[in-house]
């Protein structure tokens, strides 16, 4: 047998902890002496090292205990396999839960880079809906109907676009460009400025449409909210819609006109 102090350096613990376990009846030691030493013997030192390996791999004192008392060698493999299958449903749902924040975090990042912190209340309601559907991988990917107005070729290009609230590179600059369509909201949509960035929302976009501006149409015009209706894509309300189509809507036009001279 082995004294307090000597199991506690072996186990790189504390003496104060092992104290904490005799207390919470969770490791007792074999024998206490008359001067108030504490032995343990190999039955302790085992029951040590599983409650040790138990608490590194995210069991609470309370899942120990309960796990540990199941005496019944015969049964005692059954109990382990099935309370730690337990604790990897348990630790799976932790790492949705946290992926599904991360998500949630990307995308506020995204709406105030959009709109600013002014028009957070559409992101509430949009992540409000979005609760009770499945995370894949890193976020929520949008969803399709059996009455979609769009082909297979066309789903398939649409479930690739990079999703507000994704960590896709190819995501960023069109975030920039929104965010600065949206600060010019306030100006003409026919300006030079606003013009040239119509060029570039319009090219980056028919890049991510894998060039194919009939879809870009098909799809820009899905996901046009009715009058007083919330956004169908995060910031992408009726009045900043609106004044993208005057924005490229003129460029195109104008962009036209110049190949016919």
Known sequence: MIRIGELAKTANISKRTL????????????????????YYDNQAILRLQKILLLKSIGYTLEKIKGLLENKHSAQEDDHWIASLNEQIELIEQKKEELSRKQ??????????????????????????????RPL??????????EDSPFTVKETWILQ????????NQRLEELVDIMGQAADMMSSSPYSSEAQALAGRLYDKA????????????????????????????????????????EMIGYYLGHREENRHE
């Not at 894949?136 to 109907?145: L, N, R, W």
């Open 206 to 245: 028919l890049e991510l449409f894998e060039g194919d501006a009939k879809l870009l149409d098909k799809y820009w015009e899905q996901i046009r909210p009715a009058d007083g209706a919330e956004p169908v894509v995060m910031g992408m309300d009726r009045a900043m819609m609106s004044f993208i189509d």
């Open 136 to 145: 894949s991988g890193e976020i929520i990917p949008a969803e399709f109907t």
């Open 19 to 38: 104290y904490h376990y005799e207390q919470i009846e969770l490791l007792q030691p074999a024998h206490i002496s008359e001067n108030g030493y504490r």
């Open 103 to 132: 998500y949630y975090l990307r995308s506020t990042i995204h709406a105030i880079r959009l709109k600013g912190t002014e028009n957070l209340q559409d992101l509430t309601h949009i992540i409000s809906a979005m609760n009770n």
């Open 160 to 167: 690739h676009l990079p999703v507000l609230g994704s960590s």
